[in-house]
């Protein structure tokens, strides 16, 4: 009978088990991609108010206040950005992970229907209650004296375009990707 030997190398087994329990443990556990993916889209969604355009790079539509045309009840209101006069829609922005999902909005604002007005655009009616109000100037010509006036109810239309800040584009697509990429690198390096 002839004799047989093999030899076995097995020098990357035991690294190979650990890659293949992680690939495991995360295909059982999501949520250190969906925390990525939250962060990375939180990020975009941020930079959004920066740009001032939504998702695609679409430019928003130019508020009254960045067109230097905002009126407050003291007069004319220094200029500013679009969706940026407070800071209050812009610091709402959160993620959230759940079971196979991650969700990314604005959270926690004091009126919610500003962040879905914005986001989606407002054609709406509304009554203006009886009030007092003080005026510096009729038809563009200042007034000597600034005077109180009463004025009465009435309906006015609301119509705020849409200016877009949550979604996800190509951009956020090929970030995602580059993300998840560089995790499942460090995974399979472990």
């Known amino acids: 009978m002839a004799g047989f030997s093999a030899t076995v190398d097995v020098t990357g087994l035991e690294r190979a088990r650990r890659i293949a329990a992680k690939v495991r443990e995360l295909g059982g556990r999501p949520e250190p991609l969906l925390e990525v993916a939250g962060s990375v889209l939180e990020a975009s969604t941020l930079a959004r108010f920066t740009n001032e355009a939504g998702p695609g790079g679409i430019p928003w539509p130019k508020s009254k206040r960045a067109l230097g045309e905002a009126v407050g009840p003291r007069g004319p209101l220094p200029a500013g950005k679009t969706l940026t006069d407070t800071g209050d829609l812009r610091d709402s922005i959160?993620?959230?992970?759940?079971?196979?999902?991650?969700?990314?909005?604005?959270?926690?604002?004091?009126?919610?229907?500003?962040?879905?007005?914005?986001?989606?655009?407002?054609?709406?009616?509304?009554?203006?209650?009886?009030?007092?109000?003080?005026?510096?100037?009729?038809?563009?010509?200042?007034?000597?004296?600034?005077?109180?006036?009463?004025?009465r109810s009435h309906g006015r239309v609301t119509n705020l375009p849409a200016?877009?800040?949550?979604?996800?584009?190509?951009?956020?697509?090929?970030?995602?990707?580059?993300?998840?990429?560089?995790?499942?690198?460090?995974?399979?390096r472990a």
């Open 94 to 151: 959160r993620y959230e992970v759940r079971p196979n999902e991650v969700t990314i909005g604005s959270d926690g604002l004091k009126n919610p229907v500003k962040a879905l007005a914005n986001q989606f655009g407002s054609r709406r009616q509304t009554v203006v209650v009886r009030h007092t109000r003080v005026i510096r100037s009729a038809y563009g010509v200042p007034l000597p004296e600034p005077r109180t006036v009463n004025v």
């Open 163 to 188: 200016r877009p800040f949550v979604g996800v584009d190509a951009d956020d697509r090929r970030e995602l990707t580059r993300a998840w990429i560089a995790v499942l690198r460090n995974l399979i």
